[in-house]
């Protein structure tokens, strides 16, 4: 009898012990998640209808099924009009073809709620797509989204109590490798003291936040918007505004951001649907 406990005492220590290592060494592996964002339903034709919308996105399902991300993240603009059902149902449904192992996780952007969200357009946002902001660790990092309506709105209370949430969230001690952020407006498009505009946040909000995101270590927000590409840092972290998947506005095709998690490091590139590798490679 002593001997058979002797025995599942030793087995039960180095499935522990197993265990232990397995995680560590799944942190130490390379992965990758998959960025998408404004697919933005209805901007082809001005809202009278959506049928070049549909096309893309389910062209990048398909990639997004056959390269099988860790997750994927959708930075907001899903349609053109936030009022459509048409257009709401269509994101929905396709959306929904995303393979069910492979999560996907949204924050909202200014034509999903408004230039200046209310009460109203933040609860049909949450009937249709859930919570406005997310929170998870995955693999040794940690990732965050979160509503930047409310601070290009200036919307006092909203943005104290969303602010809070962050400094709760990022705070919190606990190790990890990075510390990854999503939001759909970019703080800045080329220098941190640039005046405000349509595509970008207001200087004050702008300085605090960064300000705020250098002294907590995290490593690199992606954002969308801008319906181009475009690359900026402050100190140590990464600005990266991704092309559209719907309607592009700049140089890049409609297309997708393929971002790749290492142990010391994160890389990333914008791919047109129709440059799409057949595989993510880690190199």
Known sequence: ?????YILALVLIFTIA???IAQKNSQNNPWFFIQITDPQFGMFTKNEGFEKETVLYEKAVVSINKLQPDFVVITGDFVHNQNSVEQINEFKRITSKINCEISVYFVPGNHDIGQTPNKQSLKKYKINYGKDHFS???KGSKLIGFNTSYIKAKQKKPEQKQFKWLNRKLEKQEEVAHTILFCHYPFFN???????AYSNLGIEYRKKYLS????LSVDAIFNGHHHKN???SYGD???VTTSALGKPLGDAPSGIRIVKIFSDRIKHEYFGLDELPNSVKFD
Not at 190 to 196: A, L, Y
């Open 230 to 232: 475009a690359l900026n």
């Open 237 to 239: 972290i990464q600005l």
């Open 212 to 215: 705020f995101f250098e002294e």
């Open 190 to 196: 080329k220098t941190v003291n640039e005046p405000e």
């Open 136 to 138: 998870f660790k995955h």
């Open 18 to 20: 197993g265990t232990t």
């Open 1 to 5: 009898m002593i001997l058979k406990k």
